[in-house]
């Protein structure tokens, strides 16, 4: 597996910079110096969108089943070349070799789902009074896409898959954290795609990720990202009047009835979903609400199951939770676990754990605290293993706190009896729940926010209509006089 020295931006088909600013990727568990790339600044941002903006009339017309084909062919790429993506991403961001290939199944699906969906996201014809009525779809134009570090290959899809389906060109800019296999796929993008359909322009949010979001010739913005930032992309679009896609935060409750068959079972999903992408994740199942009959029995078989996580090196296939993506990161988790140890019952874990050869990495052991849900460990999302356990008894209260947060993304409830599944699944403020089973994007499958977590949704064919406008056209069969003669 090689690694490029360094990574420009890939800009009209070209991977080349006006500036010599550069920022390293590092091994996240080493700390090892990986590689440099262009810290893109105004001039680069100029000349993607001025790229971008080129190009949108040629490929905005070219047929579906040509941008089809071509999303077809990213999702071969990928497919053979997961192993050495794989390895890229856990060098750079920590995450283990045994979760990362999920990512890219999700990925390939998303770029063929919306090969697919493409073909069948048609307007309308109807005749009308002396002549026929048309609504047609057209892409918007250039699309700004800025994503996150955690997930790198499913972010870029998630992005690229829609927005290049309904025929808008784009300017993605991935997360500085994370961005070697992005780049790696740049490569790829630039040998299949007309120069100019897709730029990618490593670099930092205050200034590549600004600047990208100010000009005037970007059609739409798309985000996936912290509330923070979501809030100054939304200004950013609310200022040219552009739409905006915005997937942020999350503070999923996980809800336990007292009916499930399964302990067990229940103990590995819910320790799954607070645990999986090392907590780094947007949707991880971070409040756990457990019945109180069941509760001592399940807290105690959820201890032991945490306790049995492998933490070591990404790359060991036996590694089940690797390292946090950055120092930055790791520092922010560990002062999340000291608020957790002043205001809650830490049951398990809360430390920072050592794996030889890798020194430089956040390994933090899964931790498990009992609170109620009313702790800052229990409102913010850490984006680390940190899980707060909340015992509950009465289902209205419950229900209560489960929405009492500032996030609405994600949920999940384990039951085996239907009526407790559909009255929680309707009262829960959630884009997503999920039953007797935790995180299934399957293609198809909406997936987005309620509250803070978002606006809009992704993964789903809807999400072609957030890429495309309606336009109405109005046929006369011959020249009517005015109506108002
Ligand atoms: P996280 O907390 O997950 O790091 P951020 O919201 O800080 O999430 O970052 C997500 C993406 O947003 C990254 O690509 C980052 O570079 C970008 N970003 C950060 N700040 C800004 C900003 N002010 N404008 C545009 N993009 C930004």
Known sequence: MTIDALYPPLINGEFKAATAETFPAVNAATGEHLADLTASGQAEIDAAVAAALAAFPAWSRTPAAQRARLLLKVADWLEDNTDRLVQIDALDIGRTVFELPQDYRQAIGQYRFFAAAIMTHDGWTNSVQGGWALAKREPLGVVGQIIPWNVPAIMVSFKLAPALAAGNTVVLKPDENASLSTMELAKHLAEIFPPGVVNVVPGFGETAGAALTALPDVAKLAFTGSTEVGRLIAHAGASRLVPVTLELGGKSPNIVFLDIDDIDAVVDNTTFAATFCNGQSCLAGTRLFVHSDIYQDFLSRLTTAFRA?????????????????????????????????????????????????????????????????????????????????????????????????????????????????????????????????????????????????????????????????????????????????
């Open 309 to 485: 996580i492998r933490v070591g090196s990404p790359l060991d296939p036996a590694t089940r939770l690797g390292c946090l993506v950055s120092p930055a990161q790791g520092e922010r988790v560990t002062s999340y676990i000291e608020s957790g140890r002043a205001e809650a019952n830490l049951v398990t874990g809360g430390g920072r754990v050592e794996v030889p050869g890798n020194e430089a990495g956040w390994f933090i052991e899964p931790t498990i605290f009992e609170t109620s849900n009313d702790t800052r460990i229990a409102q913010e999302e850490i984006f680390g293993p940190v899980l707060s356990v909340i015992r509950w008894t009465d289902f209205d209260t419950m229900i209560e706190q489960a929405n009492d947060v500032e996030y609405g993304l994600a949920s999940g409830i384990y039951t085996s009896n239907l009526r407790n599944a559909m009255r929680t699944a309707d009262r829960l403020q959630a884009g997503n729940v999920w039953v007797n089973q935790y995180v299934n994007l399957a293609d198809g499958s909406p997936f987005g926010g309620y509250k803070n977590s978002g606006l809009g949704r992704e993964v789903c064919k809807e999400t072609l209509d957030m890429y495309t406008q309606l336009k109405s056209i109005m046929l006369a069969e011959q020249v009517p006089a005015p109506f108002y003669v």
